[in-house]
DNA sequence: CTGTTAGCGCCTTCAC
DNA sequence: GTGAAGGCGCTAACAG
C-alpha cells in the first residue's frame, strides 16, 4: 500500500490524474458523481496523497519547526502542548527539536529544521539578541515566531517577566520579608532569567532594600546541595524567589533536608506556573504563566503570516498577562 | 536562500548536478579536489539538500513517528527525550503526536502520520490486542515498535509491571502493611494499568490479602477530590500503591488535606520513577522505568529494521529492568 | 467539468 | 572520475 499513488487510483476509477487531484483539492471543482466515484476509490485502495511529493510540488510542506530548550521542564511541555494542538487544528504538523540550554544546539537545531523544509519555525532561544540563529532565519526569509523571549526586533510571545518580577517582590515585602534572595537558573543560557533577575532588582530597589549575591545554578542539574549551601549561610533569607518551577521545588527539598519548614522558617515563590505546583505539599506560589497559551498564540501568529505570505512582523508581538498564583509556600515572614 | 538548489551549486561550482549529488552521499566517489570545490561553493550559497525532493526519489524520509498519550507527563517527557535523542544520532528527525488516552485519536496520529511519509514509528497505545492503529500498520508493512506495551505478537520495548506491582505489595506486606489500596488511571485507556493492577492483585494473593475496591481516575483529570474520598473511607488503607507517579502526588496531596502525615500515617508508593520524584518531599518511593532508554532501544530496534529494510520481529522485543526507588514516602505500618 | 503535460529537486543508472 | 537523462508523485496551467 505504501506504493499507491494517485496514477493507479485515477486509472481504477477511470479519470485522470488531475480530476483525482482536483477531488482531493478543490472538491467543489469536481463534478459531484465524480467526486464519490474518486473518494469511494480511494477509500478502497487506502490511498493517501505522498507529503514529499506535494510539498516539492507545492514548496509548502505543511511542517512547522519548534525549538526548545527542554521537555523535561513542564513549562515547555505545556506550551509544545498548546502548539501541537493548535498546528493540528490548522492543519500543521511539527517537529520539535532540544537545545538543552546550549547555544551551539540552536544552530544545529536551525539547520537541521532548514534542510527539513519546514514552512515555519516557533523557537525559544537563548538570547534573541545575539542568536545566529535567528539571523540565519531572517537571512533565509523563514518566517518565525519567538517563545518566552521578549525582544523589540523579533515577533513575541511573551509575558512581562521583569515587572511580574518586581511585583513578586514587592508582594514580599507587604508580607514583612526584608531578607529575600534569589536563586536562578545560568543567566546567559536565557533572556528570561535575566530579566526576572533585573526585575527582582528593581523590586528591592523601590522598597529599599539591598539583594544579597544571587545563586545561579544550571538549569538542567537538580543543585538540591548548591541550594543547601546557599540557605546555610547567614544572615539566612527568609524569603526566596526562584527564577523556575523546578528551582522553587528543589529549593523547599533543601530547606526540609536542612530542617527549615517552608513558608513558616523560608517563603518560596517560583516562576512559570506548571500544573504540577499546585499538586505539591506544600502547593507553589508562584507566577503563573499562560504556557498553553503562549504556544497557541504563537502558532496562530506564525500561521497568519504564512497565509498572508508573509514573515510575522515584530510589532505583530504579544504580551499575555500573567497572574499571581497563591500557594502555601509562601507566607508572612516570622515577626 | 529557500531556492537554492543543486543545479545553482552545480553551475556555481562548474560541475554536474551528479558529481554535486556525489559529493555529499558519495565523498569518496569524487576526487579530492572536486570534492572540496563542492563543498566549498555549497557552504558558501548555504544549500542544503531539498528533503521532500531526496524523499520522493530515494523512498525514504529520515523521519520517525512517534504517538504518545501526552507530554504532561513526565514519563513519556522522558522517553520522548530518549527517542529524540537516538533519532537525532541515527540521522532521523521525529514528528510526535499526542492522543490524549483517547482511542479514536490513536487511528487519527497513524493515519496523519503515514501520510506524511514517515520511514516508521514508536508507539504507545492503549491496547496492542485491539488496537485498529496497529493494524493499519501492519497492512502497510510500515516498520514500528512499541514503548511501554507488552504484547507476545508485537515488537516492544517494556518493563515488567506487572513482576514490579506484585513485587511493591510484597514490599509493603514485609513493612507490616495489611490493608493495601490500589489507585488507577482509567484501565481501558492503559494495558500497562491493567498489568499493575493484575501484578497488584496478585501479590495481595500471594500475602493472603483481600484487595478493597481498587480507585480509578481519568487520567487527564488531577482528582485529587476523588482521592480525599476514597481515603475518607473507613477502614482507611495504610499503604496505597499508585499505578503511576502523578497519582502518588496527587495522593500525598489528598493526604495532607485531610491531615494524614506521609508516611506515617499513609504509605504511598509510585510506578514510574520520573525525575522529579527525588526532589519532593516526602520523596517519592516508586518503581522507576528507565524511561529515557526505553526510548532510546525503542529507536535502535527500529532502525536496525529499517537498516535491513525489514519490518521489526515481535521476538525481538525488550524487556528491560526496572528497580525500586528507595524514597520516604514509604515506611513501616503503624504498629 | 475533465484531460494533458510540464516540472518541483534530487538520486542513480548508464555512458563516456 | 564525471556528465546526461529519466522519473519519484503531485499540482497547476492550459486546452478542450
Known sequence: MPSMNIQIVARRAGVSVATVSRAFNFPDKVAPATRALVERVAAELGYVANASARTLRTQRSRVLGVVLPTLLNPTFAECLQGIAQTAAAGGYAIVPVTTDYQLAEEERAVNQLLAGNVDGMILVVSNPTTSQALERLRANAVPYVLAYNKHGLHPCVSVDSEGASADVV???????????????????????????????????DAAGLTAPPVLEVPFVETAVDALRHYLAETPRPTALFCSNDLLAIRSIRAASLDGLRVPQDLAVVGFDGIALGQDLTPALSTVMQPNHDIGRHSVELLLKALADGVVPRADASLLLPHAFREGESCAAAPT
Open 170 to 204: 514587592a508582594r514580599l515585602v507587604r508580607l514583612g520579608h526584608r531578607r529575600i534572595a534569589m536563586v536562578t537558573g545560568t543567566m546567559a543560557a536565557s533572556d528570561r532569567a535575566q530579566q526576572r533577575y533585573r526585575g527582582y532588582l528593581q523590586g528591592m
